[in-house]
């Protein structure tokens, strides 16, 4: 049950609403996740933008959205596990690897150590050691492509916990259940 509901577009302030009118624009609708951060115009805006910047990193769109699949599974943010089953679907992941991803399991061995990285990062709370980090440059991953990691787990954590908190009503086909 949302502890802060989504705001009505037209009751948000003058920023939030050119904002939402991008969110629109780019994915016809207004999901409630954006309706809720519209209450602070800059933390809409900040999330836009990390966002953004994020879908023009060197990183494939499908092993995003698996890292964001491994993180949301990390932290149980059914929000986020459906939105980004939706996502990742949209990129051609297929039912079974979008649950392979929130299982940490994916099947190229590049991927594989990016996903096995972002599930250490999450459960030592970033406190990942140098061998962590040399399994990332043994997989073939460059330093931008690491840096990008970290971004994608940090912006990823930001909104399993951004959902949690406000309580979120999921408004995406529900992602299936992880046997």
Request: with cysteine; proline share 5%.
């Amino acid at each position: 049950m949302a502890r802060i509901h989504p705001i009505d577009p037209s009751d948000a302030d003058p920023k939030a609403q050119e904002l939402l009118e991008g969110v629109q624009k780019k994915l016809g609708r207004k999901p409630n996740i954006f309706l809720t951060l519209a209450h602070s115009p800059a933390a809409l805006q900040a999330y836009l933008g990390f966002s953004g910047a994020m879908a023009t990193s060197a990183l494939p769109g499908k092993l995003r959205e698996q890292i964001a699949l491994t993180v949301g599974q990390a932290n149980l943010c059914d929000y986020c596990l459906a939105a980004h089953t939706a996502i990742g679907s949209s990129l051609g992941l297929s039912q079974e690897e979008t649950i392979a991803a929130r299982k940490g399991e994916v099947s190229d061995a590049k991927a594989q150590a990016a996903i096995k990285f972002s599930q250490n990062m999450v459960a030592d709370r970033g406190n990942v050691g140098d061998a962590d980090v040399q399994a990332l440059r043994d997989a073939g991953y460059s330093d931008q492509q690491i840096v990008e990691i970290v971004a994608v787990v940090a912006l990823n954590l930001f909104t399993n916990y951004f959902n949690h908190v406000m309580g979120t009503e999921v408004d995406f086909p529900k992602a299936p259940p992880v046997a």
